[in-house]
Every structure is written in C-alpha cells, then in structure tokens.
C-alpha cells in the first residue's frame, strides 16, 4: 500500500522587485492598466509560503511558471531566496518557468523595465538559458530524465508518483510541445508505466479553454495544438494536468473517444484576482483537489480582504476597457492585448465593439428586451440591469470561477433570450457566422460547466 501522495500548487507569481519602481507616473499607470497586483507581488507571495510554511506534513510545492513580472533579472534575484524558505523548512519545490520569465528578441513580454517619475529605463533582461542556472535546484536538480530542448523534466516525487514538468514556452511563436518533446513525454509515460508508478503532469499554458470564450479570442494563449495534445496525453494515460497563464481559476474535463478521462486544473494568478492556491492529494482510491486563499498579507490592506482587495485591482483594468471600447478604440485595441486580444482581431471588430462600447452603458435588459422583441423573456427582477454592470460581473466571475447564472436563473434567461435573437441571423452569414458562435459562446460563460472549479474529488481509474 503506497503513502498518499500530498502538494501544494502555486503558479503565476509574477513577482515584481520593487526596485524597478513603486510611485511616480509611469508606475501608476503600469499599475492601473494590470490585472495583477504589482508593487503587492511580494508581500502577497510571502504569506503563501508562510501559510504552506504552517503545514509541516506537507513537503510538496509545485510552480507551474510566470514566475517573474516580464523577465527582469532583478524579480528572478528576489524571488529565489523567498523559495528557498521552502528548501530551508525541508520541503521541495518543482517549478517550471514561462513566457514571462525571459528575454526573446522584438518581444514586449520579458523585456522589462525599470520605472522613475514618468519615464521608462530599460532593465536587466533574463536570457532563457540564464533559467537553468538560476532555478535548477528548485526541481531540475532532482530530475530523473530531461528533455534539454524544452528544459522539460520528470520527477520521481516518492514511491509510486512521478511528476512531468513540461515547458511548453519555445520560441512563444507556438506554446506547446514540439514532435521530439512528445516523442520524449509518451517515452517517460510509458517508463512510468512499467515501473508501476503513478504520472501526472504541469505545464503552464491551458490545456482545455478555462472558459467557452477563451479559445475563440485568444487560442494563441492555449497550448500550442491543445485539442489534439490533450487526446493524445489522455490516451497515453494522463488523466490529471496542472496548469496556469489564463489567472482564471477553472478545472475542465475532456473525455476522449476512446472514453479516457482527462482533468486540466488551472490555478489562478497567486497576485491576481482571485488570489488562490491549490492542495493536492492522491491516494490509490482519489484524487482530492482542494483551494485554499491567505487571509492576509503584510499591506495596507485599507480595510479590505484579501478577495475585495485583488478584485478592485482587477476592476481597474475592465473599468479601463470598457471605457475605451466606447471611447478611445486604439486604447482599447491597445489594453485588448493584457486579456489576448491581438491588434488585428480588435481591428476587424472594431465598428461592433465601438457600437457595443457606447450602447453598454444604456442598454438594461429590459430596453434591449423590448427592441428585440423578448420582452416576455425578462424577468422585472433583471430588467433594469445595465449591460456594462452584467459584462464587468460576467468578466470577474470568469476569473474567479464557479460562475452562476445557471440556465434557470432569471439572468440567464434574460440574457440567453437577446443573445439568441441578435445571433440567428448573424449566423446564417459567412461573414458575420463568426460573431454569432462568439455570442453562443457567451452565453455559455455565465455558468460553470462540471466540474466544480475549486473542490473537486476525483474517483481513481482501476487499473
Ligand atoms: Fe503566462
Ligand atoms: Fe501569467
């Protein structure tokens, strides 16, 4: 009979040196046009680490990448020592890095700076191969095969379990796994499998889209030919990846066609809303996933929780693109890339979301119900919403996870009513198909697809 197999999973750290700059112009208006906290990355990651810290039976903690805010050397520097308090305290950590964590040339993401009054100064860059010698004893220093190309590894975590840590980032031209480093997965898959053990899997681009939306606007943030990959991983026997990037808090399940189960859990942004970890155990019978937040951290907090406080930070950027997508279309063209929304895809849309901009911030349920002609359709509960009300929620609950407007709540009856009437007709148009299965998607971002996103037990295949 094996141990249970116990770990913590942190990912999207994003840690900011404040010696890249905290005050002035130019930090204010980095700060108000990010989703993450920035000048709190610190302290925040800090009351992580002492609240794993306070559980001693656990020796495990996971970083599925995004370690460092855009690649500055100097975040690298000040992160490690804070990892070490794990090393110190007898624990060990598996940590991947990411796209954010390296120069690549012409590249804005990894090319940080260092911010003094209203001006920019450029900043020591980290190169990719500069990861290795900087974290490899965070993981790599334990790993019994490694995929060089990829800076991918497997772990053997204790008897029975095997972890594959596997770098999706490359050139960032394609996030994903290139033919060699598949043909070196399924290898130590199979390994795994003869051995007896357990495998399970990290990486950090989502594997499964964290929400209906996500892959129809930003695909290039999922991971490189991610439907394919995933059959193929399931079918090979992984049935559990750990995942970050998206700063959404989401498990999604795929069941292939030849009935393999396979579970993505992707974690959210530990300094961004909401601000969540993951604790993990596996045992021969189940697999419990659990999420657990700090109460606090070492910040003036102005009153607020933890929840309430990276949520009003979060709010500044939607506040911002919502404004701008009625009134400043560059701007928002320009703030569109924060949630992937490449220049050129805003560009094609850019008469119907000026159109929408502006008419968000009049239209209630109940008028758009009425032009449309659904108005039996709207409950007097709902009529008066306004639709940037209902988008800004619509957006933080896609973040937070365990959305709730199920088909049967008046919301989503309401919604799901003028949604339908705008997207039939569009759909019977090559040109304008597009936007209605964007619509249709819509729709069905407002409540959570099984499974839940935060407590999950999975029953273990027999083998
Ligand atoms: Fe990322
Ligand atoms: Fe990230």
């Known amino acids: 009979m094996l141990l249970p197999l116990n770990f913590y999973l942190i990912t999207d750290l994003h840690h900011y040196s404040h010696s890249l700059g905290v005050s002035g112009e130019a930090f204010e208006k980095k700060d108000k046009r990010e989703q993450l906290c920035l000048a709190e990355t610190g302290a925040i990651i800090d009351a992580y680490i002492d609240k794993i810290l306070e559980d001693e039976d656990t020796k495990i903690v996971l970083v599925a990448g995004d370690v460092s805010n855009n690649g500055a050397m100097e975040s690298h520097r000040e992160l490690i020592p804070k990892l070490r308090r794990f090393t110190n305290a007898g624990k060990r950590v598996f940590l991947i890095t990411a796209t954010h964590d390296y120069y690549v040339e012409g590249n804005a993401v990894g090319n940080p700076v260092r911010l003094e009054g209203d001006r920019e100064y450029p900043a020591e860059r980290t190169e990719r191969e500069q990861l290795i010698e900087l974290y490899h004893e965070f993981g790599l220093d334990e790993a019994i095969a490694f995929h060089s190309e990829s800076h991918s590894y497997c772990v053997k975590l204790q008897e029975g379990y095997r972890l594959l840590c596997l770098n999706d980032d490359g050139d960032r031209s394609f996030c994903g796994y290139s033919e060699d480093q598949m043909r070196w997965i399924l290898g130590q898959i199979d390994e ?243 936007i209605a299965s964007l619509l249709q998607a819509l729709k069905r971002s407002f409540y959570n697809e099984a499974p839940d996103d935060y407590e999950l037990v999975i029953e273990r295949k027999k083998v």
């Open 192 to 434: 795994a499998k003869r051995a007896g053990d357990y495998i399970f899997a990290m990486t950090h681009h989502p594997t499964l889209p964290p929400m209906p939306l996500y892959h129809i606007i930003s695909n290039g943030d999922m991971l490189g030919d991610w439907d394919s990959t995933t059959t193929l991983l399931a079918d090979a026997g992984i049935e559990l990846m750990f995942t970050g990037h998206a700063h959404m808090h989401n498990i999604g399940l795929k069941i292939t066609e030849k009935g393999n189960r396979y579970y993505d859990v992707n974690t959210s942004a530990l300094v961004g809303y909401p601000s969540n970890m993951r604790k993990v155990r596996i045992d021969d019978e189940k697999i419990e996933i659990h999420s657990l937040c700090v109460d606090s951290f070492d910040w003036d907090m102005q009153g607020l929780t933890v929840d309430e406080y990276t949520k009003r930070h979060f709010s500044y950027m939607t506040n911002q693109i919502l404004d701008a997508a009625a009134d400043d279309f560059e701007y928002f063209a320009d703030l569109a890339e924060s949630f992937s929304m490449r220049h050129e895809q805003s560009y094609k849309l850019r008469k119907p979301i000026t159109f929408v901009g502006k008419g968000l911030r009049k239209w209630t349920l109940g008028s758009a119900g009425r032009l449309l002609g659904v108005s039996k359709k709207i409950d007097p509960s709902v009529k008066d919403l306004v639709a940037r009300d209902i988008i800004t929620e619509l957006i933080q609950n896609a973040f937070h996870g365990n959305e709730p407007y199920y088909p049967d709540t008046p919301l989503y009856i309401a919604v799901s009513a003028i949604l339908d009437r705008i997207s039939k007709p569009l759909s019977r148009f090559k040109k304008t198909k597009d």
